[in-house]
């Protein structure tokens, strides 16, 4: 069974799905008006990035996360409030956490079409397929992040300790996060034998719930990894 011969998408969940999606859109243009307009700069530049992106997966939960936590974390925000913003590890590992959703969100935009144009399959289905190259490239993406922007530079490793930590970091959390991710994807296909098409606009709703549902159960194993000193944050 591929999402191709699954049933036609109802009125109500195209409705849902529009307004999720133009909201999510909203929400990405709050951050970089918020970021570029009121000129709350991130420290780190690339966050910069992985804010509105996230927004854009996400929606209001990013946009909830960044007026808690992102915001806090730029310059002009400690100067209005006159102190500084550290944060404890539930603040850390959600911004943590983020790479990997947007890590994870680039991939499906990627990985969805590259499937269905090359008709790959895995055991004669699609979806299979879909899952495995959705992770490989989370997994890479994650991996230069932490490798350029994020752990390596932060701890100071060398290049061969930081080749080894980063790859752990990204397959960790991405393992983690595909639970939610890819444990919904099933869900759908198998458990509710529906999955629109990826050309339909409930697919994207959908798959940014998976996206949110990634989120938290990534989040445990950034906090673990953060715990540990394995993983630090930009």
Known sequence: ???????????????????????????????????????????????????????????????????????????????????????GLTAIAATGGLPGGVASAVAHVIGVPLVVASGLTIAGLDLWAMIAVIAVLATAFLFTWEYFVSTVPKRGLTSRQGLTVALLVAFVTVLAFDIGMGGWMLLLAFGLEFMPSPSDIAFVFLMQIGLILGFLTGYPAVAWLLSRGTKAVA
């Open 1 to 87: 069974m591929n999402m191709d011969d699954m049933g036609a998408t109802p009125g109500w969940l195209t409705a849902i799905s529009w307004v999720f999606v133009i909201l999510a859109v909203v929400c990405a243009a709050v951050v970089l008006y918020d970021v570029h307009g009121r000129g709350y700069r991130q420290r780190v530049r690339p966050m910069e990035l992985v804010w509105p992106l996230a927004a854009l997966a996400t929606g209001p939960l990013a946009l909830a996360l960044y007026s808690r936590f992102g915001r806090p974390r730029s310059d002009k925000w400690q100067r209005e409030q006159g102190k500084s913003y550290e944060g």
